[in-house]
């Protein structure tokens, strides 16, 4: 499921259970709107998995607490835990080796 946060209470509630692909990204960023069908296909794909997508300029203290330097950051989080940190376009096939090694 592809996820728009709507509030940082939203964020704890939601990565705290399963497998949960965060995308920090900034609607001015061209490789973060490159990344967008990406992540709707393995959304798609994989019903086991929730993508979160959090605008960093709405989030600020969110992309802080991640250390979010650039943009578009993956953060990978398994019951409510970060486990992986990834920066930059990624395709598809990436995205789904990303996610295996939480499973």
Same mark, same amino acid.
Request: aromatic residues 6%; hydrophobic residues 45%.
């Given at each position: 499921m592809?996820?728009?946060?709507?509030?940082?209470?939203?964020?704890k509630?939601?990565?705290?259970?399963?497998?949960?692909?965060?995308?920090?990204f900034?609607?001015?960023?061209?490789?973060?709107r490159?990344?967008?069908?990406e992540?709707?296909?393995?959304?798609?794909?994989?019903?086991?998995?929730?993508?979160v997508?959090? /605008?960093? /300029?709405?989030?600020q203290?969110?992309?802080?607490?991640?250390n979010?330097?650039?943009?578009?950051?993956l953060?990978?989080f398994?019951?409510?835990e970060?486990?992986?940190?990834a920066?930059?376009?990624?395709?598809?096939?990436s995205?789904?080796?990303?996610?295996?090694s939480?499973?």
């Open positions: 592809l996820i728009h946060l709507g509030n940082t209470n939203q964020f509630e939601i990565v705290s259970k399963g497998v949960v692909l965060v995308d920090f900034a609607t001015w960023c061209g490789p973060c490159m990344l967008g069908p992540l709707e296909k393995l959304a798609e794909k994989d019903p086991t998995i929730n993508v997508k959090i /605008d960093v /300029d709405e989030f203290e969110l992309a802080a607490e991640f979010v330097r650039a943009v578009p950051t953060v990978l398994k019951d409510g970060a486990i992986t940190t920066s930059g376009f990624r395709p598809l096939a995205l789904e080796q990303l996610v295996a939480a499973k």
